[in-house]
C-alpha cells in the first residue's frame, strides 16, 4: 500500500467561502413632463360699423359737356343750291370766346358761293386751296356767346352728277372760352348728295307720232264698243 503524504498545514487550514457584494444600482431621476402646450386664444375682431350714408345722386348731366361742332347732310338736285349752316352746341357757362375751323369738300362736286352769317362779333374766310374753307371768328364785345351758337352760314352748289356726293368735312383747329381756355369738343361733319333728277325724259318724233296714233286707235275702240 502506498502511504499519503501528510497535508500540510495551510491545507488544513478552512478557506473562508468568498462574500458576494451586490452591485448598487444608481436610481436615475424620472425626466419631467413637458407641459402640454395650450392653443393660443385667437381674438375676435369687433365688426366695422355700418356706414349707412345715403350717396348724392349721380347727375343725370354732366357738369361740363363736351361742345358739338356740327354741320348737316343735304341732298339737291343738280345745279341746285343750299344755305348749309355750321352750328358749336352745348356751350356752357365759361362762354366762347373764338373758333378757328376750317371745311374741306370735292370742289368738282361742290361749289362754295358765299360764307358769312356768323353769331361772332368778327368772321373772316378764306379759300387757300380748291376744297378748303378756312374760317376765323372772334368776339369784341362784352356779351358772353352761350348755349348753341352759328359759327357760319355757307351758300353750297351742288355742280356734281346725279348719284354723286362729297363729303362736309369739318376740323376744328381750337375753341376758347371767355378766360381764354381751351374748350373740350367733338366734330360731326355732314354731307352733300346729288340725287337723281324726276323730269320726264325728252320723246323722239317717231315716238311722239307712235303716242299720238295708239291714243287715237283706243279712242274709237271705245267709241264703237
Keep these: 500500500m502506498t502511504a499519503e503524504a501528510p497535508r500540510s498545514d495551510e491545507e488544513n ?3 473562508p467561502t468568498p462574500t458576494i457584494t451586490p ?3 444608481l436610481a436615475l431621476p ?4 413637458f407641459p402640454t402646450p395650450h392653443p393660443s386664444l385667437t381674438p375676435t375682431p369687433s365688426p366695422s360699423p355700418i356706414d349707412t350714408t345715403t350717396p348724392p345722386p349721380t347727375p343725370l348731366i354732366p357738369a361740363e359737356s363736351k361742345a358739338v361742332v356740327h354741320i348737316g ?5 343738280e345745279g341746285e343750291s343750299c344755305n348749309a349752316a355750321i352750328i358749336i352746341k ?12 376750317m371745311l374741306e369738300y370735292n370742289p368738282s362736286i361742290v361749289k ?8 361772332f362779333d368778327k368772321f373772316v374766310w378764306d379759300v387757300p386751296s380748291e376744297g378748303k374753307l378756312k374760317m376765323f371768328a372772334f368776339k369784341t364785345g362784352a356779351k358772353s356767346l352761350k348755349g348753341d351758337i352759328k359759327f357760319a352760314e355757307l351758300k353750297l352748289r351742288a355742280i356734281g352728277k346725279e348719284n ?4 362736309l368735312g369739318l376740323e ?5 372760352d371767355d378766360n381764354n381756355q381751351d374748350v373740350p369738343f367733338e366734330v360731326k361733319s355732314g354731307c352733300l348728295l346729288i340725287k337723281p333728277s324726276k323730269a320726264i325724259p325728252a320723246l323722239s318724233m317717231l315716238e311722239i307720232i307712235a303716242l299720238v296714233i295708239g291714243t287715237y286707235l283706243i279712242i274709237r275702240i271705245r267709241k264703237r264698243i
Design 90 to 101: 352745348n356751350i356752357g357757362e365759361s362762354g366762347l370766346s373764338r373758333a378757328d375751323i
Design 172 to 176: 376744328v383747329k381750337r375753341l376758347k
Design 23 to 25: 452591485t448598487t444600482t
Design 112 to 119: 362754295l358761293e358765299s360764307a358769312g352769317g356768323s353769331e
Design 164 to 167: 354723286e356726293s362729297s363729303e
Design 13 to 15: 487550514v478552512a478557506k
Design 30 to 33: 424620472s425626466p419631467s413632463p
Design 73 to 77: 347732310n343735304f341732298s339737291l338736285g
